[in-house]
């Protein structure tokens, strides 16, 4: 069974301080990737990863950085937080092995409040 | 570029009627692949069904989708709606086999008594 999990679960945070948010994989997959998802907006991409010290920007990559020190872990970092990144942030985990048809595996979430 | 498109926002059907969410794509790739997620309240989201077969149906836990190339859609459907099937839906995209997964904006089932 695909394994991702995220910490901290529930995160609160000021505005301008420094926000990481952790993930990490057991499935062995070379890709992985952060969402953010809000209403009327679905899910949305910041940023993905094609293995260890690879980081590619997604559709909305401003205001966060991403790095991926191991096959196993990918982070998500908001060095000056604000209100408008308020959400819930999903880590997800995939690989290109099984052709168009291979899943992406999604972790629990984490719910980021700025104030 | 690739697009998908899930035209309700929310789905609000009676327990026990038919439902059917909506999902077409714009792609340029012949190689395909399709995903319906569903989110549960609180949880992540987990794949309800896929499919790469051009008009093969396919079908998971009640529900049933046909990728229909023809007229670029994958429509969700169910005969019989439950209370349990109240969540948010995802139609996804994958273009082809070294493709991130393009995503809808989603629908929320509300299935009512």
């Known amino acids: 069974e695909a394994a991702v999990t995220q910490s901290p679960r529930n995160k609160v945070a000021v505005t301008g301080g420094k926000v990481t948010l952790s993930c990490n994989q057991t499935?062995?997959?070379?890709?992985m990737y952060w969402y953010r998802q809000d209403t009327g907006h679905g899910l949305r991409l910041i940023h993905y990863?094609?293995?260890?010290?690879?980081?590619e920007k997604g559709d909305i990559p401003d205001g966060y950085k991403a790095s991926r020190p191991s096959q196993e872990n990918f982070s998500l970092i908001l060095e000056l937080a604000t209100p408008s990144q308020t959400s819930v942030y999903f880590c997800?985990?995939?690989?290109?092995?099984?052709?168009?048809?291979?899943?992406?595996?999604f972790g629990p979430g984490t719910r980021l409040t700025v104030l | 570029g690739d697009s998908v498109t899930q035209t309700e926002g929310l789905v609000t059907v009676t327990e026990g009627l038919p439902v059917k969410l909506n999902c077409t794509y714009q792609?340029?790739?012949?190689?395909?692949?399709f995903f319906w997620y569903v989110q549960y309240l609180n949880e992540a989201p987990q794949v309800l069904l896929k499919s790469s077969t051009d008009n093969k149906r396919t079908e998971h836990q009640g529900f049933h989708a046909t990728l229909h190339k023809s007229s670029s859609s994958f429509h969700l459907q169910k005969s019989s709606a439950q209370l349990s099937d109240s969540a948010l839906y995802y139609c996804?995209?994958?273009?082809?086999?070294?493709?991130?997964?393009?995503f809808g904006q989603g629908t929320s089932l509300s299935v009512v008594p």
């Open positions: 499935n062995n997959h070379n890709n």
């Open positions: 990863s094609y293995g260890a010290g690879s980081t």
């Open positions: 996804a995209l994958r273009p082809s086999s070294f493709s991130k997964l393009v």
């Open positions: 792609t340029t790739y012949l190689t395909i692949a």
């Open positions: 997800a985990s995939g690989d290109f092995w099984g052709g168009a048809g291979a899943e992406q595996f």
